[in-house]
């Protein structure tokens, strides 16, 4: 089974601060994605990966960016913290490819900010 | 942009069917994905229609019509362990992100 490891599941912060969201994933997987998810938006995707080194922007990338320096590993920075960041973020996986690859997720950081 | 309409909310009796539809606007289609979300854990993948028609899975099936841009998720005798959040998402081409819809929250109720 596909593994997708985020580092917390609870997280609090203060405004201004700078925050590191971190994922691994066990699968091997080129492309990783960060969203978030907030009650009546859905999920809204922040930033995304195909390969190491590689990042491009989702709907919703202000105020954030993103590092993937191993394959396994994509992580979300928050440069300084708002309270309008306050939510639930989801990190998945996939294989890359047309077609049949769904995305794995991580169980999600809940992350507060004060 | 990218359109996906679901609807917000449905209730449903145990043991019953129920039907979650889902229409979808988008500027291309490379695939429709239902996935299952229970308050508070990560969306798991159900279910993947390319192709019209029907895609049976145990109690959970997946309808697909890409000239209506319609598709829908059936649950067969339900369970209490059913109730959750359905998220339709749709690949729009080759190798991009998923677009999700807000999903539909379930209540299954005895």
């Known amino acids: 089974d596909v593994k997708v490891t985020q580092s917390s599941r609870y997280l609090v912060k203060r405004t201004g601060e700078k925050v590191f969201l971190e994922c691994v994933q066990d699968?091997?997987?080129?492309?990783m994605f960060w969203y978030r998810q907030d009650p009546g938006l859905g999920l809204r995707l922040i930033y995304f990966s195909y390969d190491v080194k590689m990042k491009e922007k989702g709907d919703i990338p202000e105020g954030y960016s993103v590092s993937r320096e191993k394959k396994e590993r994509f992580s979300l920075i928050l440069e300084s913290a708002s309270t309008n960041q306050t939510s639930m973020y989801l990190c998945a996986s996939s294989l890359a490819g047309t077609g049949y690859q769904p995305q794995h997720f991580g169980d999600g950081t809940r992350l507060s900010i004060l | 942009g990218q359109n996906i309409d679901q609807p917000t909310e449905m209730t449903a009796t145990e043991g019953a069917i129920v039907q979650i539809n889902c229409t979808y606007q988008t500027s291309g289609f490379n695939g429709l994905f239902w996935y299952q979300q229970h308050a508070g854990e990560a969306p798991t993948f159900l279910s993947y229609n390319v192709l019209d028609g029907l895609e049976e899975k145990g109690r959970f099936s997946s309808f697909l019509s890409r000239s209506k841009g319609y598709s829908y998720l059936l649950l067969k005798e339900l369970q209490m362990k059913d109730s959750a959040s359905y998220l339709c998402?749709?690949?729009?081409?080759?190798?991009?992100?998923?677009?999700f819809g807000k999903g539909t929250r379930l209540s299954v109720i005895a």
């Open positions: 699968m091997d997987h080129e492309n």
């Open positions: 998402a749709v690949r729009v081409s080759g190798n991009t992100p998923l677009v």
